[in-house]
């Protein structure tokens, strides 16, 4: 008679008493060591090893004379700042030092930054959250709100759209757009954040749902360029007026303005779009992204939201583009990301200052989009924009430039007699860059909203073609994460889609792109009954400017997030 499913864990342990009671006492104990877990039940011993690498990086021989011991980050910003702490953080042993000029401002935008940044930042880095939070004041990001396509309402694009926990057939069918599919969709409605009062014994739910910083960047920096100095990271002012290469695919040397003589054993160019080592001075190759993506231009400038923090981005369909607006403390920060062929920049800042009533003087930003043929090359590598740049829509750019940093550290050698895995970092780098371009062009293929000249020329024009497979596979049935497990296997191992089948999902569904939707396998009233429940909890949640009180008054609220085994930090950090 076959053994009910749900004695076999005690029938592994009866199976494992039985097989070694013919053994010595020795050999039951060694037996019973291996296969049992720790509550000495029988667990996976079998098809599960315990053997583990040792995770630390190899540091060089003292008598190596081709050893990587320097390191010179040139260029300052977040790209800059951001590498050299890494460097410090995970390889201590070298001497890291920070080239930048003085002269060069910092940006003093809003940033959008993804989950991944608060692993990133307060693991990887180490960084304490008080003093992130007193100092920086950052803000919550549940996802990005898109004022696009035909629904008047929108779209939103959660960060937990992979979860689906209310349903997204549910709430085409039911109110005929996405946007009652997940919690944090719901909370993004509702302006709202996944925290609880009363204020003496609040509760957050932030640790079961990924979310990410809104970061002032000029703040941000200054914080940077205070924790690099005091960990120890040195740091030279000077402009680079030349880059002295000492054969193919090497840098000698470098020379500042003010005459002095700069080398190390290898050089990080985080010099932005002047890409002063990778692009000039070695003249990688540039692949443009300008057939999908047509902007090339940005105005910003800030407005007072009256202490009304929304807990997302927001991305505005334009007439020649789209704008952001980012809430920080103080303002929302916004930025008209438009097509110079389309629009002048006079007009950009009329339209964006007419948009947004009372908005500060502009400022213009140029940026061309693609990347280079290569990150790393010999004894340099490039990261941030100096190696690739598309424009903000999804927040890529400082997703973009952890990636980067990840692979460098990961795969820098102690010696450079030592096998190099550039070529490695190069491919999945560039792979990663072209996936963006790809997911970013669905979002101006398929954007109904105007119908203004750009907007015509974008539906018309815009190349789709590295994600046309997927396309027609949407085509014949929707939600593609709810496909045959063959079907989406096949997708996920050829589709470049980036934020995986769920992103192509939000973006698609969210405007209305046509499929054939999947019927549900269950009645619509259990549907109705996961959004009544979903609604009770964001009818008592907290707006963003209450919850972020109790956490800089609860230091247990961030132990909580960052230290709890069950936080999808924590999980986070084990892949990093």
Same mark, same amino acid.
């Given at each position: 008679?076959?053994?009910?499913?749900?004695?076999?864990?005690?029938?592994?342990?009866?199976?494992?008493?039985?097989?070694?009671?013919?053994?010595?006492?020795?050999?039951?104990?060694?037996?019973?060591?291996?296969?049992?877990?720790?509550?000495?039940?029988?667990?996976?011993?079998?098809?599960?090893?315990?053997?583990?690498?040792?995770?630390?990086?190899?540091?060089? &021989?003292?008598?190596?004379? &081709?050893?990587? &011991?320097?390191?010179?980050?040139?260029?300052?910003?977040?790209?800059?700042?951001?590498?050299?702490?890494?460097?410090?953080?995970?390889?201590?042993?070298?001497?890291?030092?920070?080239?930048?000029?003085?002269?060069?401002?910092?940006?003093?935008?809003?940033?959008?930054?993804?989950? =991944?940044?608060?692993?990133?930042?307060?693991?990887?880095?180490?960084?304490?959250?008080?003093?992130?939070?007193?100092?920086?004041?950052?803000?919550? @990001?549940?996802?990005?709100?898109?004022?696009?396509?035909?629904?008047?309402?929108?779209?939103?694009?959660?960060?937990?759209?992979?979860?689906?926990?209310?349903?997204?057939?549910?709430?085409?069918?039911?109110?005929?757009?996405?946007?009652?599919?997940?919690?944090?969709?719901?909370?993004?409605?509702?302006?709202?954040?996944?925290?609880?009062?009363?204020?003496?014994?609040?509760?957050?739910?932030? @640790?079961?749902?990924?979310?990410?910083?809104? =970061?002032?960047?000029?703040?941000?920096?200054?914080?940077?360029?205070?924790?690099?100095?005091?960990?120890?990271?040195?740091?030279?002012?000077?402009?680079?007026?030349?880059?002295?290469?000492?054969?193919?695919?090497?840098?000698?040397?470098?020379?500042?303005?003010?005459?002095?003589?700069?080398?190390?054993?290898?050089?990080?160019?985080?010099?932005?779009?002047?890409?002063?080592?990778?692009?000039?001075?070695?003249?990688?190759?540039?692949?443009?992204?300008?057939?999908?993506?047509?902007?090339?231009?940005?105005?910003?400038?800030?407005?007072?939201?009256?202490?009304?923090?929304?807990?997302?981005?927001?991305?505005?369909?334009?007439?020649?583009?789209?704008?952001?607006?980012?809430?920080?403390?103080?303002?929302?920060?916004?930025?008209?990301?438009?097509?110079?062929?389309?629009?002048?920049?006079?007009?950009?800042?009329?339209?964006?200052?007419?948009?947004?009533?009372?908005?500060?003087?502009?400022?213009?930003?140029?940026?061309?989009?693609?990347?280079?043929?290569?990150?790393?090359?010999?004894?340099?590598?490039?990261?941030?924009?100096?190696?690739?740049?598309?424009?903000?829509?999804?927040?890529?750019?400082?997703?973009?430039?952890?990636?980067?940093?990840?692979?460098?550290?990961?795969?820098?050698?102690?010696?450079?007699?030592?096998?190099?895995?550039?070529?490695?970092?190069?491919?999945?780098?560039?792979?990663?860059?072209?996936?963006?371009?790809?997911?970013?062009?669905?979002?101006?293929?398929?954007?109904?909203?105007?119908?203004?000249?750009?907007?015509?020329?974008?539906?018309?024009?815009?190349?789709?073609?590295?994600?046309?497979?997927?396309?027609?596979?949407?085509?014949?049935?929707?939600?593609?994460?709810?496909?045959?497990?063959?079907?989406?296997?096949?997708?996920?191992?050829?589709?470049?889609?980036?934020?995986?089948?769920?992103?192509?999902?939000?973006?698609?569904?969210?405007?209305?792109?046509?499929?054939?939707?999947?019927?549900?396998?269950?009645?619509?009233?259990?549907?109705?009954?996961?959004?009544?429940?979903?609604?009770?909890?964001?009818?008592?949640?907290?707006?963003?400017?209450?919850?972020?009180?109790?956490?800089?008054?609860?230091?247990?609220?961030?132990?909580?997030?960052?230290?709890?085994?069950?936080?999808?930090?924590?999980?986070?950090?084990?892949?990093?």
């Amino acid at each position: 008679m076959p053994r009910s499913p749900r004695d076999a864990a005690s029938t592994l342990t009866e199976m494992l008493e039985e097989l070694t009671a013919p053994m010595s006492e020795d050999e039951r104990a060694l037996v019973r060591g291996w296969l049992s877990g720790p509550d000495g039940t029988a667990n996976r011993g079998l098809t599960t090893g315990r053997e583990r690498a040792a995770a630390a990086f190899t540091r060089p &021989r003292d008598d190596d004379p &081709r050893a990587v &011991r320097t390191v010179g980050v040139i260029g300052g910003g977040t790209a800059g700042y951001l590498t050299a702490l890494a460097l410090q953080a995970k390889r201590p042993w070298l001497e890291v030092t920070l080239v930048e000029s003085s002269t060069v401002p910092i940006i003093g935008v809003g940033e959008a930054t993804v989950p =991944l940044m608060v692993t990133f930042l307060h693991h990887y880095l180490g960084i304490d959250p008080l003093e992130l939070y007193r100092e920086v004041q950052p803000t919550w @990001k549940l996802g990005i709100r898109f004022d696009w396509g035909p629904n008047p309402d929108g779209f939103m694009a959660p960060f937990d759209w992979a979860a689906n926990s209310v349903g997204v057939l549910g709430s085409l069918a039911e109110q005929g757009d996405i946007n009652a599919f997940t919690l944090q969709s719901l909370l993004m409605k509702s302006d709202r954040t996944p925290v609880f009062g009363p204020d003496d014994a609040p509760i957050s739910l932030m @640790k079961y749902l990924a979310f990410a910083y809104h =970061l002032d960047n000029e703040r941000f920096v200054r914080f940077l360029t205070s924790l690099a100095r005091s960990r120890g990271v040195g740091h030279i002012d000077a402009k680079i007026a030349d880059v002295v290469l000492g054969g193919h695919e090497w840098v000698d040397h470098l020379l500042t303005t003010d005459g002095r003589r700069l080398s190390f054993d290898f050089y990080v160019d985080c010099s932005g779009f002047r890409s002063l080592m990778l692009g000039k001075a070695m003249e990688t190759p540039f692949h443009s992204y300008a057939d999908s993506l047509f902007t090339d231009s940005a105005v910003t400038g800030n407005t007072e939201h009256g202490g009304h923090l929304k807990p997302y981005t927001t991305a505005t369909t334009m007439d020649a583009g789209w704008c952001w607006t980012i809430p920080t403390r103080e303002s929302d920060h916004h930025g008209y990301v438009y097509s110079s062929a389309a629009m002048s920049d006079e007009d950009a800042a009329a339209e964006l200052a007419r948009r947004f009533p009372g908005i500060t003087p502009p400022r213009q930003v140029r940026f061309r989009v693609g990347r280079h043929d290569l990150a790393w090359r010999g004894n340099m590598m490039a990261i941030g924009n100096s190696y690739g740049f598309v424009e903000p829509l999804e927040s890529s750019g400082l997703l973009m430039i952890t990636q980067g940093i990840l692979a460098l550290v990961t795969s820098l050698p102690a010696s450079w007699s030592d096998p190099v895995g550039r070529d490695v970092v190069n491919a999945v780098l560039g792979k990663k860059w072209d996936e963006i371009r790809w997911f970013l062009s669905v979002h101006y293929r398929f954007n109904t909203r105007r119908d203004t000249p750009f907007w015509r020329e974008a539906r018309t024009r815009t190349d789709v073609s590295g994600l046309q497979p997927l396309l027609d596979v949407y085509a014949a049935g929707a939600p593609l994460r709810m496909r045959d497990t063959l079907t989406r296997r096949y997708l996920e191992l050829t589709a470049p889609t980036f934020y995986g089948l769920e992103g192509i999902d939000c973006v698609l569904l969210g405007q209305a792109v046509p499929t054939r939707l999947l019927p549900s396998s269950e009645p619509i009233e259990r549907w109705r009954a996961r959004k009544a429940a979903a609604d009770a909890l964001v009818a008592r949640s907290l707006p963003q400017r209450e919850a972020l009180a109790l956490f800089d008054a609860e230091p247990r609220l961030h132990e909580e997030l960052l230290k709890d085994r069950d936080s999808w930090v924590t999980r986070s950090a084990a892949t990093l």
